[in-house]
């Protein structure tokens, strides 16, 4: 579809007298527009961008810790956080796949790290 069209509609429309079939057609040039320009969000990109803040804010609370201006349950919380937004986003990873190979990448990970950390 012609987004420069669509947006000169929508500009016409904008501009003509209001009307229930203008008011229509225009919600309608709206969202076809809106869906036309707009980039698609990742969601694996998305819960990835979640982490860094978390970590920020655990990091940021680890040093008030060490300075003995923070509680260790702060530090945990923090970590807890962090820990959540991993998962979330090997959970988003691993349901974004479409090849069993891929899956079996990530299973691989979760295990090697499993052993690795086991206590």
Request: with cysteine; glycine share 2%.
């Amino acid at each position: 579809m012609d987004t420069i069209a669509i947006k000169e509609a929508i500009q016409s429309l904008e501009e003509s007298e209001t009307t229930p079939e203008n008011v229509a057609e225009l919600a309608s040039l709206y969202i076809v527009y809106t869906h036309l320009t707009t980039e698609p969000v990742d969601p694996v990109e998305s819960e990835l961008d979640d982490i860094l803040p978390y970590y920020r804010k655990y990091r940021d609370i680890k040093r008030r810790y060490q300075l003995n201006q923070a509680i260790d349950g702060e530090v945990i919380h923090g970590m807890k956080d962090v820990c959540q937004e991993l998962k979330e986003f090997i959970d988003m990873l691993y349901y974004s796949t479409d090849m069993n190979k891929e899956r079996l990448c990530l299973k691989k990970l979760v295990k090697e790290l499993a052993e690795k950390y086991k206590d």
